[in-house]
C-alpha cells in the first residue's frame, strides 16, 4: 500500500539508525533479565529477604514479561511505534529508579515486575515490527539477524555486568544502571526515533476501521455497507451512485477517515489468539518451547546460588562464571542457521516450516544428557572449569533447539506471526515463573543433581512434542488450511446470496 513518508524509501542511514536503536533497546532488555542474579546472595543479606522471596522477584518478572506483550502488540497497532517505546522506556526507568533505592524487598518485588511491564516487551515485540516497516522483504533477514544478536548477548553480557557492577557498588549498581542507560536511550528516542508506523498498512487498524465505517453506513441507512467503499462515503448524499463513474481521490478517503477515531478499545485480541491456540500444531509447539525456554531462565538463577552457596564465589566471579552459558547460546543460534541451509540444499533448496525443526535432531537427543551431567557435576563440586564446560554445552543446544520452535511459530502461522510470538511470550513467562517458584525448595531439598535431572525429564518431554510436531505438523497445518478456505468460501457464497 503507497504512503505518506514510506519508512522503506527512507535514507540508508535513517534506517540503519533506527535498527540501531531498537537493538539497542533490545539489548538493554536482555541485560535486565540475568543482571540481578550475581547479586542475590548480597540482596538476601543486606534487604534482608528469603530465598523464597528473591526467587518470587525474578519469577514474577518473568511471569509479566510474559503476560503483557499482548497489551503492547495491540496498543503498537493503534497508536504507532514510538509512543509504546517512549511510555515503556520511561516505566523502565521509573522501575529501575525504584528498585535502587528500595529498603525492602516487598518494593523490589513490586517494582521488578513494573520494569517487566515496560521494556523487555515493547522490544520483545514491536521491535521486529519496526524493522519490517522499513525493510524489503530482500534485505530484511540479515537487519533482522542483527536485531536478534541483541536478544542473544544481552542475558549473557547481563551476568558479567551484574557481577562487576555489584563487586563495585553492591547490588544496587546494577539497577542504578540500568536506569541511567535506559534514561539515554529514552531521550534519543523523544529527539531522533521517526516513528515507522503507517495505518494504511496495519492489518488490525483496517480492519477496525472498515467495521467502524461501516457501522456509520448503516447509522445513515445507506442501502449496504458495500457502499461505503469508496463512493459512499466521500458522497453520503448519494450513495447509491455508480462507483465506477466516480472521481475518487486518496486525500478525500483519508479525510473522511480522520475524524473517525480509532482506540485501543475497539481491538478484540481474544479471538485472534483462540484462532492460533486452537491449532493443533501451535499448541503443541507453544508448550515444547516454553519448556526449553523456562530453562534457560531457571539456570542462571540456580548456578549464581550454588557458586555463592558452595563455591563461596563473589558477584563478579558468579558473573564470569555465567558468561560460558551467554557463549554457548550465542554459538548455538549460529549453528541453528547453519543446519537450515544445510537441511534446505539437501531438500532442492525447499524449505517449509517443518524444516527448522528436523535442524535441531542432534540437539534433541543431546540435550537433556548435558542437563543431567552439568547437574551432577555442581552437585559433586567438581572443578569450576567442569562447571563452566557444561554451562556452555546447555547454553549450545539450549538455544539450538529454541531458536528453531520461534522461527517454526512465525512460519507456520504467516499473518498470525505476531500474535503467535506473543503467546509464546505468555506460554513462557507462566511456565518461567511456576518452575523459578519451585526451584528454591527443589535445590535446598533434593540437591543440584536430581533438581537437575527432573528439569532434565521436562526437556524430554519438550522433546517428544516437537518430534510429533514434525511428524504430524505437516497434516495438521494442511487441514487447518484447508478449513480457512471452506470457511472464506463460505462467507463469499453467503455476501452473495446477500447481494442477491
Same mark, same amino acid.
Given at each position: 500500500?503507497?504512503v505518506?513518508?514510506?519508512?522503506?524509501?527512507?535514507?540508508a542511514?535513517?534506517?540503519?539508525?533506527?535498527?540501531?536503536?531498537?537493538?539497542?533497546?533490545?539489548?538493554?532488555?536482555g541485560?535486565a533479565?540475568?543482571?540481578?542474579?550475581?547479586?542475590?546472595?548480597?540482596?538476601?543479606?543486606?534487604?534482608?529477604?528469603?530465598?523464597?522471596?528473591?526467587?518470587? %522477584? !525474578?519469577? #514474577?518478572f518473568?511471569? =509479566?514479561?510474559?503476560?503483557?506483550?499482548?497489551?503492547?502488540?495491540?496498543?503498537?497497532? &493503534? @497508536? /504507532?511505534?514510538?509512543?509504546?517505546?517512549?511510555?515503556?522506556?520511561?516505566?523502565?526507568?521509573?522501575?529501575?529508579?525504584?528498585?535502587?533505592?528500595?529498603? %525492602? !524487598?516487598? #518494593?523490589?518485588?513490586? =517494582?521488578?515486575?513494573?520494569?517487566?511491564?515496560?521494556?523487555?516487551?515493547?522490544?520483545? &515485540? @514491536? /521491535?521486529?515490527?519496526?524493522?519490517?516497516?522499513?525493510?524489503?522483504p530482500?534485505?530484511?533477514?540479515?537487519?533482522?539477524?542483527?536485531?536478534?544478536?541483541? %536478544?542473544?548477548?544481552?542475558?549473557?553480557a547481563?551476568?558479567?555486568?551484574?557481577?562487576?557492577?555489584?563487586?563495585?557498588?553492591?547490588?544496587?549498581?546494577?539497577?542504578?544502571?540500568?536506569?541511567i542507560?535506559?534514561?539515554?536511550v529514552?531521550?534519543?528516542?523523544?529527539?531522533?526515533?521517526?516513528?515507522?508506523?503507517r495505518?494504511?498498512?496495519?492489518?488490525?487498524?483496517?480492519?477496525?476501521?472498515?467495521?467502524?465505517?461501516?457501522?456509520?453506513?448503516?447509522?445513515?441507512k445507506?442501502?449496504?455497507?458495500?457502499?461505503?467503499?469508496?463512493?459512499?462515503?466521500?458522497?453520503?448524499?448519494?450513495?447509491?451512485?455508480?462507483?465506477?463513474?466516480?472521481?475518487?481521490?486518496?486525500?478525500?478517503?483519508?479525510?473522511?477517515?480522520?475524524?473517525?477515531k480509532?482506540?485501543?478499545?475497539?481491538?478484540?485480541?481474544?479471538?485472534?489468539m483462540?484462532?492460533?491456540?486452537?491449532?493443533?500444531?501451535?499448541?503443541?509447539i507453544?508448550?515444547?518451547?516454553?519448556?526449553?525456554?523456562s530453562?534457560?531462565?531457571l539456570?542462571?538463577?540456580?548456578?549464581?546460588?550454588?557458586?555463592?552457596?558452595?563455591?563461596?564465589?563473589?558477584?563478579?566471579?558468579?558473573?564470569?562464571?555465567?558468561?560460558?552459558?551467554?557463549?554457548g547460546?550465542?554459538?548455538g543460534?549460529?549453528?541453528?542457521?547453519?543446519?537450515?541451509?544445510?537441511?534446505?540444499?539437501?531438500?532442492?533448496?525447499?524449505?517449509?516450516?517443518?524444516?527448522?525443526?528436523?535442524?535441531?535432531?542432534?540437539?534433541?537427543?543431546?540435550?537433556?544428557?548435558?542437563?543431567?551431567?552439568?547437574?551432577?557435576?555442581?552437585?559433586?563440586?567438581?572443578?569450576?572449569?567442569?562447571?563452566?564446560?557444561?554451562?556452555?554445552?546447555?547454553?549450545?543446544?539450549?538455544?539450538?533447539?529454541?531458536?528453531?520452535?520461534?522461527?517454526?511459530?512465525?512460519?507456520?502461522?504467516?499473518?498470525?506471526?505476531?500474535?503467535a510470538?506473543?503467546l509464546?511470550?505468555?506460554?513462557?513467562?507462566?511456565?518461567?515463573?511456576?518452575?523459578?517458584?519451585?526451584s528454591?525448595?527443589?535445590?535446598?531439598?533434593?540437591?543440584?543433581?536430581?533438581?537437575?535431572?527432573i528439569?532434565?525429564?521436562?526437556i524430554?518431554?519438550?522433546?517428544?512434542?516437537?518430534?510429533?510436531?514434525?511428524?504430524?505438523?505437516?497434516?495438521?497445518?494442511?487441514?487447518?488450511?484447508?478449513?480457512?478456505?471452506?470457511?472464506?468460501?463460505?462467507?463469499?457464497?453467503?455476501?452473495?446470496?446477500?447481494?442477491?
Open positions: 500500500m503507497p505518506v513518508d514510506d519508512p522503506r524509501r527512507w535514507s542511514f535513517r534506517k540503519n539508525f533506527t535498527l540501531f536503536q531498537v537493538s539497542v533497546g533490545y539489548l538493554i532488555a541485560l533479565i540475568n543482571i540481578q542474579t550475581p547479586a542475590v546472595d548480597q540482596m538476601e543479606a543486606e534487604l534482608p529477604a528469603t530465598s523464597s522471596q528473591i526467587s518470587l %522477584s !525474578i519469577s #514474577l518473568l511471569l =509479566f514479561q510474559g503476560i503483557i506483550p499482548l497489551l503492547w502488540s495491540t496498543f503498537s497497532e &493503534i @497508536k /504507532g511505534r514510538k509512543l509504546v517505546y517512549v511510555t515503556s522506556l520511561a516505566i523502565f526507568t521509573a522501575g529501575s529508579i525504584v528498585v535502587a533505592t528500595s529498603k %525492602s !524487598i516487598q #518494593l523490589v518485588i513490586g =517494582f521488578r515486575c513494573f520494569q517487566a511491564a515496560g521494556l523487555k516487551i515493547s522490544f520483545l &515485540i @514491536k /521491535g521486529a515490527a519496526t524493522l519490517a516497516d522499513i525493510f524489503d530482500e534485505e530484511r533477514g540479515r537487519k533482522m539477524g542483527i536485531y536478534y544478536i541483541a %536478544s542473544l548477548v544481552g542475558p549473557s547481563g551476568t558479567f555486568l551484574g557481577g562487576v557492577l555489584t563487586s563495585a557498588f553492591g547490588w544496587r549498581g546494577p539497577f542504578y544502571f540500568l536506569a542507560i535506559s534514561g539515554v529514552l531521550l534519543t528516542f523523544i529527539l531522533f526515533f521517526k516513528d515507522t508506523f495505518r494504511e498498512r496495519s492489518y488490525t487498524y483496517q480492519s477496525i476501521l472498515k467495521k467502524r465505517l461501516a457501522d456509520r453506513a448503516i447509522a445513515k445507506l442501502p449496504s455497507t458495500e457502499d461505503i467503499t469508496p463512493a459512499a462515503i466521500v458522497a453520503p448524499e448519494n450513495p447509491g451512485a455508480d462507483i465506477e463513474k466516480q472521481v475518487i481521490t486518496r486525500s478525500q478517503v483519508s479525510n473522511v477517515a480522520k475524524d473517525i480509532v482506540s485501543v478499545m475497539d481491538v478484540n485480541p481474544i479471538k485472534p483462540a484462532t492460533v491456540v486452537k491449532r493443533p500444531h501451535n499448541l503443541v507453544l508448550l515444547a518451547s516454553s519448556l526449553l525456554s530453562f534457560t531462565f539456570v542462571n538463577y540456580t548456578t549464581s546460588r550454588s557458586l555463592a552457596t558452595f563455591y563461596h564465589y563473589s558477584p563478579l566471579n558468579i558473573g564470569l562464571t555465567l558468561v560460558a552459558f551467554g557463549l547460546t550465542i554459538l543460534g549460529r549453528w541453528t542457521d547453519h543446519q537450515l541451509i544445510r537441511l534446505t540444499a539437501k531438500n532442492g533448496g525447499k524449505r517449509y516450516p517443518e524444516i527448522r525443526l528436523k535442524s535441531t535432531f542432534h540437539g534433541l537427543i543431546v540435550f537433556p544428557l548435558c542437563i543431567i551431567g552439568y547437574g551432577w557435576v555442581i552437585q559433586e563440586r567438581l572443578h569450576i572449569a567442569a562447571v563452566c564446560a557444561m554451562l556452555f554445552a546447555c547454553g549450545f543446544f539450549a538455544i539450538f533447539v529454541y531458536t528453531s520452535t520461534i522461527a517454526y511459530i512465525v512460519d507456520s502461522n504467516l499473518g498470525r506471526s505476531s500474535t510470538v506473543a509464546n511470550s505468555a506460554f513462557r513467562g507462566a511456565l518461567a515463573f511456576a518452575l523459578t517458584e519451585v528454591v525448595p527443589m535445590q535446598d531439598g533434593l540437591g543440584d543433581g536430581w533438581m537437575y535431572t528439569l532434565a525429564s521436562l524430554i518431554i519438550s522433546t517428544l512434542l516437537i518430534a510429533l510436531v514434525i511428524w504430524k505438523g505437516p497434516e495438521w497445518r494442511a487441514k487447518c488450511e484447508q478449513k480457512d478456505i471452506r470457511k472464506q468460501l463460505k462467507d463469499i457464497q453467503k455476501e452473495i446470496q446477500e447481494d442477491l
